[in-house]
């Protein structure tokens, strides 16, 4: 009877440190909001958005002549400079304690920086080349990455008609299941303070 019990426990064991290896990657873009996102061999589980908004489909109905309804006002976006210090914090923190664990498989950031003020516009664009500047520095010193052309690069530009600025970002790192949980913590800690800034953009609008 014991060594039945010791041959599951070491079937336990064995599937345990399976499962603790198996190689996974963590997708984080952000076009018009934050998207987070975990590849498991060929399933896809979401992270963030912790909810995804539903869109209702109503039927069919004839037009019928009436008043024009308004359009749903634009979602807000936190600001520009807040979220990509919020980048830089978390990056400096998951490269700097899990970088030897980790491969990049991909950063890919665009920024168009615009605002209401041509003078402000000049300010903050100075300030994302600087703090963008920093991340790619820690990127390009990170050994193990993609050699892959086009898979990693940072492009700022400035527009001074424009009031609404613009952001993309896809970034890919592939780890091990037990080094996911072992950076689970600040993971965790950046989307809840992403999660703040979003809200706080909701309260001042």
Same mark, same amino acid.
């Given at each position: 009877?014991?060594?039945?019990?010791? @041959?599951?426990?070491?079937?336990?064991?064995?599937?345990?440190?399976?499962?603790?290896?198996?190689?996974?990657?963590?997708?984080?873009?952000?076009?018009?909001?934050?998207?987070?996102?975990?590849?498991?061999?060929?399933?896809?589980?979401?992270?963030?958005?912790?909810?995804?908004?539903?869109?209702?489909?109503?039927?069919?109905?004839?037009?019928?002549?009436?008043? !024009?309804?308004?359009?749903?006002?634009?979602?807000?976006?936190?600001?520009?400079?807040?979220?990509?210090?919020?980048?830089?914090?978390?990056?400096?923190? !998951?490269?700097?304690?899990?970088?030897?664990? !980790?491969?990049?498989?991909?950063?890919?950031?665009?920024?168009?920086?615009?605002?209401?003020?041509?003078?402000?516009?000049?300010?903050? @664009?100075?300030?994302?080349?600087?703090?963008?500047?920093?991340?790619?520095?820690?990127?390009?010193?990170?050994?193990?990455?993609?050699?892959?052309?086009?898979?990693?690069?940072?492009?700022?530009?400035?527009?001074?008609?424009?009031?609404?600025?613009?952001?993309?970002? =896809?970034?890919?790192?592939?780890?091990?299941?037990?080094?996911?949980?072992?950076?689970?913590?600040?993971?965790?800690?950046?989307?809840?303070? @992403?999660?703040?800034?979003?809200?706080?953009?909701? =309260?001042?609008?």
């Amino acid at each position: 009877m014991l060594l039945v019990w010791l @041959y599951i426990l070491c079937g336990v064991l064995l599937l345990f440190l399976l499962v603790a290896f198996i190689k996974i990657t963590v997708c984080v873009s952000f076009a018009n909001d934050l998207r987070v996102f975990i590849r498991v061999l060929f399933f896809k589980i979401r992270i963030y958005p912790f909810k995804e908004e539903k869109v209702e489909k109503k039927p069919v109905q004839k037009k019928k002549p009436g008043k !024009i309804k308004e359009a749903k006002p634009p979602r807000p976006r936190p600001p520009l400079k807040e979220t990509l210090l919020l980048v830089k914090e978390l990056v400096t923190e !998951i490269l700097g304690r899990f970088g030897r664990y !980790i491969r990049i498989e991909e950063y890919r950031v665009k920024v168009l920086v615009a605002t209401d003020d041509p003078a402000k516009t000049g300010v903050l @664009y100075g300030a994302i080349c600087g703090v963008l500047g920093s991340i790619s520095v820690m990127i390009y010193r990170i050994k193990r990455r993609t050699r892959r052309a086009g898979r990693i690069y940072t492009e700022v530009n400035a527009d001074f008609v424009s009031e609404e600025y613009e952001l993309f970002l =896809s970034v890919a790192l592939s780890m091990r299941v037990w080094q996911l949980f072992i950076m689970g913590i600040t993971v965790a800690k950046g989307l809840i303070k @992403y999660n703040s800034l979003t809200k706080a953009e909701k =309260s001042d609008t």
